[in-house]
């Protein structure tokens, strides 16, 4: 059900407008100072994607204070990037969630055709299990789910704590807001 969402550029397409509109939204509300943001965003190197993602979607939108003497940077959450991970952050959150199979053969299946090396892929089963639960971000928001996830069970645990939605993107989606704190870099 998740799989179809790793090639879907429409999906990506969304992530994209949705960060546009959180970016929209930090831009807005300005330096701690009082200073005006200027856009001052980078691109990144992206992998996971399906081909023929629209032009801006490696785009890190990022911005810097206009005034003297401040010149902070601000990073806003991000739906598509998850931290400093080189890969899409869907593809962080889901490929542990369908490695999780019941053979070896399913993971090097997995790992082949999202081009992610075994290794990698632990690695990302253990930041869910190991660091995400242990995070300020998952502290803060695990208080919200009338039913536990347990971080043994990361991070399909999430996507069962948002059980209420149906639609397998929205559901991605909603995962994606909780966790997407974890990329953003205030420096006020």
Request: charged residues 25%.
């Amino acid at each position: 059900m998740y799989q179809v969402l790793f090639r879907d550029s429409r999906f990506f397409d969304l992530l994209l407008t949705l960060d546009e509109e959180l970016a929209g939204e930090a831009r807005r509300g300005g330096c701690a100072c009082g200073g005006v943001l200027h856009g001052a965003a980078y691109e990144r190197k992206p992998r996971g994607g399906p081909p023929g993602l629209a032009r801006g979607s490696a785009i890190r939108f990022s911005f810097c204070c206009a005034t003297e003497g401040c010149r902070r940077r601000m990073t806003p959450p991000s739906l598509r990037f998850l931290g400093r991970k080189v890969f899409f952050g869907v593809v962080v959150l889901l490929l542990p969630v369908l490695r999780d199979g019941p053979t070896p053969e399913r993971l090097n299946r997995l790992c082949e055709t999202f081009a992610v090396s075994v290794r990698t892929a632990r690695r990302w089963c253990r930041f869910w299990r190991e660091t995400f639960v242990t995070s300020r971000v998952w502290q803060s928001a695990r208080g919200r789910f009338a039913a536990p996830a347990r971080g043994k069970s990361m991070p399909g645990a999430l996507l069962g704590a948002f059980s209420e939605i149906s639609d397998p993107e929205s559901r991605v989606v909603a995962v994606l807001r909780l966790v997407s704190p974890i990329g953003a870099a205030r420096a006020f």
